[in-house]
Structure formats: structure tokens, C-alpha cells
């Protein structure tokens, strides 16, 4: 929106140029993928209006004579009529419409990985270092028998009587988030495959469909049947290591998904296998999913698809009664079941759903997990928690509540470059990240990026390590749904309830 | 199971056979080689030809299928002689279902190749989001009357509504309700009133008959029907207005 067309709201950001410092290599109005930049002549010009404050136009200026400021005549504070509300009301009121945007709420809600600490050893049981002993890490996602009954070999040896459930081996107990081709650009993808194939761990396409350049990451990709099935064939569910029913998606819970015609090109009309040009809807709810029992029905045509050779995962977002809801996912035979929390993020979503809907995911892991145990079904599916996870200690605070691994997908996209601007439903990603346009998607080098997303995994991995050191255990699985390790602050006594924690100092 | 050496048909008497059992007899046979098969007293077993492959092979079926019959199929073609349940052809790429009696709910959901074709009627959600892709163009056709939301969000793709041998409605509410592509033919009016705000309405051209004669030939060989008698008269094209329906509603 520029100044002509008039509009009560003003720019939010200003993005200002120090002339004196410019050279004018125009490097800022090549880089910005939404038009801010232009040459008028002697200097650069700014339109204030376009700027979404990505960071890329500063990030790539050789002189560093840009500076992108808050927007400092915005308005009167008032913290009832916030500004948020109050330029909502201008926009829809000039433009109509549902307000779309994209990834996480940007919200202040209460962030409960920040009001649990963990334990650490002193004195009465030692703490190990994990430079000097073995720690494990490695995690198998997929359903555990509940006992193990054995044979023995003619020379003594043990074998198990029956087969064990197809699993997914993770040498450390992240995976990258579903995120589709189509919503992230193809080289974003690619970087996270090629993170996914050096670290021994996996990543989720999203419901896009799987592209050819994809296809020999196999072992490390785990594909999606959404309600849209986009690309979803025969070959397809056997292309991967395991195949996830998308139910839901914690920034949009209820809510399908909607690729705009215009970002349907030939690369991703042949990924989707849809027609060119036409949206890709994914309705809200699998048309023959209705029920648990439903459900059922199409983990089971999924699993007789694949021979029984490919875990079946089950994602859905973090609501009200998720405990009850993973429960008759588990029961419905899913061998793993991934709960994306509220804050988890999203090429489009409508913000009254993004801002509104759904629960944290702390608050529902530690439901879910202690659901599972009491009705002693625990065994049946591994859990992944997910809906930003910031950092390794997000990461070890959601294993404690109970969760198997975590996915990042936000995270692994900041590592890309992301500044979290929010805009990914445009498609003008200066990054390269959220975009279709050939110009933005070439700058961002899969295997530059691939390697930074290695480094931040192997970093966490490390830091993780020292934790369980501090704590005194060896293994990753002795903190799994460990919560006499974590302690609130902070909080009330509900939340202590609901989480299964004391508070600190107990 | 028995084998026809003449005949080269493997039959399969499935009473009382959990559809696991039965599926995996299925898939072994294909994977011997075997091409066609004939399986008695099936009740209501689920995903049978679940994400088979090959277009030379043939499942003859006697008895009722249960649901999810032929999902993620590939090329086989299989013939039922009674009625089926829900979501015939799920996601199906490519081959051939027929149903010598009615469907059930949810025919041919995401289907983007192959052809359905159904004699008597069927229920709800018909064709949901069927798409289409390059020279996969899914096929459904009912001879009889169909429910609500036939067509819903359908993408690509033909169906042909006939309504032979029904005195009234032939549909019912929400008629083609999100529908962003492909072509839905009627041979009989429905009320105006049960069109969604996504379709237009016109009358069949000939090119449409070119269409029209190709497939409805083969629906009525495969089923024994006069083609002279269904071919006959005006038929009436339902498209897209769209394909894009919804992008108003938004404000970025």
C-alpha cells in the first residue's frame, strides 16, 4: 500500500539511508524482494509503506548505510486499544476481507519453557561429563511392543519372537517441521534434506507433494497425506520412511490450508500433480475422516499401501481435550502422533485463528503424556512436540514433559535468514525462504544452509549432552517424560496441576 | 485358492477372511505374476486392491466390498457385481472401478486418474476434490442419483450425472459447492436452487460430445447397457466459474 491509495495506517517501519555512507550500488533495491527500494537518480529512495523490516536490505549492505527503525510517530499508546487492533479495524475497513498472515502468533501469551528449570546433581549423585563418557541421544520413533518375548537360537542366542514395529532412527531427537513446496521455496527444502541425510535424522514435506530432487533423501524424509492430497500416490507413501496423516497445524487448528493459483506454477503444478494456475485447496477436514474410527480407516489403507513397512504418524494441533484426542489417535493404531502447539507457525493462516486458537504445547504434552500412561498405552506411539521450539533448552523441557523428539520449523528457517517478519503469505520473501520467484528462491544455497542448519542441530545436540550430564543421567531416554526434573516458577498452582510439576524450591 | 489353468483366473473364496489376509493373497498373486482374479463371499472387507500396480490385471468381485475399494490404486481394473461401500477410488492415480450396483458415500475422493463407473446410485460427497493432472483425467459416472455436495472442491476431472431410470431429483444440495475445475455433465435438469455459487450452468456442446460419446460407450459396454438410449437427448455442462473461488475473502 503506498501513500496515493490513502489509508489511515503508516508505514511501521522507516527504513532510512545514511547518503553519505551509500555508494548507490543499488545492491538494497536488487536484495528487497518487496519493492521498498528504488534509484532516484543521485540516491535511494524508500517507500516506507513496503518495508516489512525482513532485515535483508541492511544484512547485504556492503557500507551498512541502511537502518530499518520502528515507525516512531506510530500512534498514542494505549494498552486496551493496542495498535494491533486499531490498524486491524483500518484494514478491513478500507480493504474488507479475513486478515491472513503468516507464521506464529506474534502475540504475548505466557511461554511456559520459560517458567520450568531443571535439576541438575550435586553432592549426593554425580553428574557426568559428557566430553569424557558416553551419551546417548539416539531416539526411535514408532510403536514399542509392550513386552518383548524371546526365542533362542540353537547356539543360545536371543531372538525376538515377534518382528519389531517399523521405527525411525534419529541420532538426535530433533526433526525439521512439515513444511511443503509451495509454501517454502524448493532450495529451502533442499537445504533441510541435506541437514537431514549429515545429521542421521529426518525431515517432513508438508502436504506438497514430493519433488523429484527430493526423492533420493528417502530415509530421511517422512511424507504427508493432507485432506488436499497433493501428490499423494502409490509410490509416493513409499517414497519416504514414514507417512503422516496431517489433521492439524497448531498456528491454524480446524482450518485447511490454500495455495493461491497464482503461486501454482509448472515446478509445483508437477510436485502437487494438480492443473496449473488453479488454487490448491485443502479443505479443512479429510472428507473421510470423521470420526476416530474413520481415521482408523485410513492409517490401516496407509499402512496396506506400504506393507506395513512404514510407521504411520499422526499430526494434529494442540486443543482443548488433546488428551482424550491422542488417546483415540493412539488407539486408532497411529505409530507416532505429533501435537503442534498454538504458537507453531505457518505460511498462511487467518490471524483471528493464528492469534486465538488452540493451547500450549507444554501445557498439552504433559496432558497427553500422562493420559497415555494411565490408560498404559504410552508404549503405542512416540510423541513429537512441537510450535516453536527455540532452543535446545525448549528442546529438553518439552522431552521432560514427555515428549520422544521435537520438530523446528520456524527455527530452521531463521537459520536461513528468517527474520520472522510474518509475511510468508505474500511470497515476496527477500530470503528466498517463502517465495516462488525464481529471482529470491536462487540467492538462498541449499548447501550454505544446509550446513548452518548441521551446525545449529550438532550445537543443541552438544548442549543437550551437558544438560544430561548436569543431571546425572547418560541417555536421552532417561529423561523422556522425566518431570521430577523440571521445576515452575512462576506459576500458579493449575498450571503446576497441569504441567505435573512443583513449583521450585520443593 | 484355486487356479483355472485355461483360463489363467486365480479364485479366491473370501468367507470370513480378515481383509489383511485377503489383500496380502491378493498382492502375492500379483507379485507371482498372476493377472486376474475372481474373489467370492467378500462381506465387507476394506482396501482391497489398496495401492495395487499394473494395468493388465483384473479382480472380479462377488459379494460386497468394503470401504476404501481400490484406494491408492495404479492401473489394475476391478469389477464389482453387487453394491460397494464408501470412498471408492480414494486418492486412485489410475485403472478402473465398476460397480454393477450402488456406492456408497465419498466416490473417487482426490482422485486424480483412472475411471469409476457406478450403474445404480450413489451417496454423498461424490468426486470430492477429484483433480486432474496433465494427461490424467479422472472419470466418474453414475447412472442413478447421487446425495449432497457432489463435486465438492472438485479441481479436474469429468463426471457424468445420468439419472436413468429416476422420475425425480437426481441431486442433491450444494451441487459442485467449491468447485475450482474440471467438468461435471447432467443428463436430466436439476433444480437451480441446489447449484453452489461457485458453477455455471450450459448446455453440452459438441465438443463436449465428443467427451461425452468416448466415455459413456465404454461405461455402457462395461455395464450392458443401451449406449444408443443414454446417449440420446440434450446433455447440460456444469463448470467452474473460478479457479480461483475464495480469493476475495482475504486481506493480506
Not at chain 1, 182 to 210: P, T
Not at chain 1, 372 to 401: H, P, T, Y
Not at chain 2, 51 to 62: F, L, P, V
Request: glycine share 12%; with cysteine; aromatic share 8%.
Amino acid at each position: 500500500m503506498t501513500k496515493s491509495s490513502f489509508s489511515n495506517i503508516q508505514p511501521e517501519f522507516l527504513a532510512l539511508i545514511d547518503d553519505t555512507k551509500c555508494v548507490r550500488c543499488k545492491r538494497c533495491i536488487q536484495n528487497c524482494g518487496w519493492g521498498t527500494y528504488s534509484f532516484g537518480g543521485d540516491k535511494i529512495i524508500a517507500d516506507h509503506y513496503k518495508c516489512v523490516a525482513c532485515g535483508r536490505c541492511y544484512t547485504y549492505c556492503p557500507e551498512d548505510a541502511i537502518s530499518v527503525v520502528k515507525n516512531p510517530t506510530v500512534m498514542r499508546e494505549n494498552a486496551n486499544w493496542h495498535d494491533y487492533h486499531i490498524k486491524n479495524i483500518w484494514k478491513q475497513s478500507e480493504i474488507s476481507g479475513i486478515i491472513i498472515s503468516g507464521m506464529g502468533t506474534p502475540l504475548k501469551y505466557k511461554k511456559y519453557f520459560d517458567h520450568m528449570l531443571l535439576d541438575a546433581c550435586q553432592v549426593t549423585n554425580p553428574s557426568i561429563d559428557p566430553l569424557r563418557e558416553p551419551m546417548e541421544l539416539r531416539t526411535f520413533l514408532g510403536k514399542k511392543p509392550s513386552k518383548l518375548e524371546l526365542d533362542f537360537t540353537e547356539d543360545g542366542e536371543p531372538i525376538l519372537k515377534n518382528p519389531m514395529p517399523p521405527q525411525i532412527e534419529l541420532q538426535t531427537p530433533f526433526i525439521f517441521a512439515p513444511m511443503s513446496y509451495g509454501s517454502i521455496s524448493l532450495n529451502a527444502q533442499k537445504a533441510m534434506a541435506l541437514a537431514a541425510k549429515a545429521l542421521g535424522i529426518v525431515m517432513n514435506i508438508g502436504e506438497g507433494g514430493l519433488h523429484d530432487d527430493l526423492v533420493p533423501f528417502g530415509k530421511h524424509i517422512i511424507v504427508q497425506v493432507a485432506s488436499g492430497r497433493f501428490g499423494v500416490h502409490r509410490d509416493y507413501l513409499n517414497s519416504g520412511i514414514a507417512v503422516e496423516i496431517k489433521i492439524g497445524q497448531g498456528a491454524k487448528p480446524g482450518i485447511g490450508g490454500h495455495l493461491p493459483g497464482e503461486k501454482i506454477g509448472m515446478d509445483i503444478s508437477r510436485t502437487r500433480m494438480i492443473p496449473l494456475g488453479t488454487d490448491a485447496i485443502s479443505p479443512a477436514p479429510h472428507h473421510d475422516i470423521y470420526s476416530i474410527e474413520d481415521l482408523r480407516q485410513l492409517i490401516f489403507a496407509i499402512k496396506e499401501a506400504t506393507d506395513y513397512k512404514k510407521p504411520v504418524s499422526v499430526k494434529v494441533a494442540a486443543v482443548h481435550n488433546i488428551a482424550a484426542i491422542v488417546s483415540g489417535i493412539v488407539r486408532a493404531g497411529a505409530d507416532i502422533v505429533y501435537i503442534d502447539g498454538f504458537t507453531g507457525g505457518t505460511g498462511a493462516a487467518p490471524a483471528i485463528v493464528r492469534d486465538n486458537t488452540g493451547i500450549p504445547i507444554e501445557l498439552a504434552l504433559a496432558q497427553v503424556d500422562e493420559r497415555l500412561r494411565q490408560e498404559g498405552i504410552r508404549n503405542e506411539a512416540s510423541l513429537i512436540a512441537a510450535g516453536s521450539i527455540r532452543s535446545s533448552a525448549d528442546a529438553v523441557k518439552a522431552i521432560a514433559l514427555g515428549a520422544d523428539a521435537v520438530a523446528i520449523g520456524t527455527a530452521a528457517l531463521v537459520v536461513m535468514g528468517c527474520h520472522v517478519c510474518g509475511k510468508c503469505h505474500t511470497g515476496n520473501c527477500s530470503w528466498g525462504i517463502t517465495t516462488q520467484r525464481s529471482e529470491l528462491v536462487r540467492r538462498l544455497d541449499p548447501e550454505v544452509y544446509g550446513e548452518r542448519l548441521y551446525n545449529l542441530i550438532t550445537a543443541w545436540s552438544h548442549e543437550i549432552m551437558e544438560v544430561l550430564g548436569s543431571m546425572g543421567v547418560n541417555s536421552i531416554e532417561s529423561l523422556r517424560g522425566s518431570r521430577e526434573r523440571l521445576r515452575g516458577v512462576e506459576l500458579t498452582d493449575s498450571e503446576l496441576q497441569v504441567l505435573g510439576i512443583k513449583h521450585a524450591g520443593l | 485358492m484355486l487356479k483355472n489353468e485355461e483360463e489363467l483366473v486365480i479364485t479366491i473364496d473370501a468367507k470370513g477372511m480378515y481383509y489383511k489376509e485377503l489383500n496380502k493373497m491378493i498382492k502375492d498373486g500379483i507379485g507371482a505374476g498372476e493377472k486376474k482374479f475372481f474373489i467370492e463371499n467378500v462381506n465387507g472387507q476394506y482396501y482391497l486392491g489398496d495401492g495395487i500396480q499394473g494395468d493388465d490385471i483384473i479382480i472380479t468381485i462377488n459379494g460386497v466390498p468394503g470401504n476404501d475399494l481400490g484406494v491408492f490404486m495404479d492401473g489394475p481394473t476391478i469389477i464389482v457385481n453387487n453394491d460397494a461401500q464408501d470412498n471408492i477410488g480414494n486418492t486412485m492415480n489410475a485403472g478402473k472401478i465398476v460397480i454393477k450396483g450402488n456406492a456408497g458415500d465419498v466416490v473417487g475422493y482426490g482422485m486424480r486418474g483412472g475411471r469409476i463407473y457406478i450403474a445404480g446410485d450413489a451417496g454423498y460427497r461424490i468426486g470430492i476434490h477429484m483433480k486432474g493432472y496433465i494427461e490424467q483425467i479422472p472419470v466418474i459416472i453414475i447412472g442413478g442419483k447421487v446425495g449432497s455436495f457432489f463435486g465438492e472442491y472438485m479441481a479436474g476431472g469429468i463426471m457424468i450425472l445420468l439419472g436413468l431410470n429416476i422420475s425425480d431429483e437426481i441431486a442433491g444440495d450444494y451441487f459442485g459447492v467449491g468447485m475450482h475445475g474440471g467438468v461435471i455433465y447432467l443428463k436430466k435438469k436439476i433444480d437451480f436452487s441446489k447449484y453452489s455459487k461457485e458453477v455455471e450452468f450450459s448446455e453440452a456442446d459438441d465438443n463436449d460430445m465428443v467427451v461425452l460419446k468416448k466415455y459413456l460407450l465404454e461405461y455402457a459396454n462395461d455395464l450392458n447397457l443401451h449406449y444408443d438410449e443414454i446417449i440420446s437427448g440434450v446433455f447440460y455442462k456444469i463448470s467452474p466459474s473460478s479457479a480461483r473461488p475464495y480469493a476475495h475473502l482475504y486481506a493480506s
